[in-house]
């Protein structure tokens, strides 16, 4: 498994019909969204995972690193897309590190790979972590049945539970 994903904040809320619906409503509430949505990946991963919001066209803006929930959240300066950021940093860390670039944009992933990193799409990203996601709870429940009442009492007291039970 990859040590380092850089996600392109906007092309996934653009990609994932969930987060497109918020964005309708606030963009801010679709990013914050991800951002919990990827929190919870790395926390099943251990993947270190940077998200890029371009702020490419906002006058005045200054590039921003901010961690929340474990992830790293960069918003680009003014004139910097997120594009450029991530093939950036795909530079910087392929050297030492794996990196997974997730981003539909077909010319991105084309420039990332050519650079040694692993493309992902949006969509393949939304399928990873739904696979995570039920893999996990699968798990969560078979340890939570095996740490059942009958686990926790002694055996002759299952002994006569179970003989009341079959009488």
Not at 19 to 45: N, P, Q
């Amino acid at each position: 498994m990859p040590l380092y994903m850089l996600v392109d904040g906007y092309n996934v809320i653009n990609n994932w019909q969930m987060l497109k619906e918020i964005a309708k409503r606030s963009l801010e509430d679709a990013r914050d969204k991800l951002i919990d949505l990827l929190a919870d990946f790395k926390g099943y991963t251990g993947i270190n995972i940077i998200l890029v919001f371009d702020a490419m066209y906002v006058k005045g803006s200054l590039e921003k690193h901010e961690e929340i929930n474990g992830i790293e959240v960069v918003y680009t300066k003014e004139g910097e897309s997120a594009d450029h950021f991530i093939e950036s940093k795909v530079v910087e860390l392929v050297k030492k590190e794996d990196v997974v670039v997730v981003s539909s944009d077909w010319i991105v992933q084309q420039v990332v790979m050519a650079h040694g990193a692993i493309r992902m799409s949006a969509r393949e990203l939304y399928e990873e972590m739904n696979r995570y996601i039920e893999k996990h709870k699968k798990e969560y429940m078979n340890t939570f049945y095996k740490d059942n009442l009958e686990n926790r009492l002694d055996e002759e007291t299952v002994k006569k539970l179970r003989q009341m039970r079959e009488n």
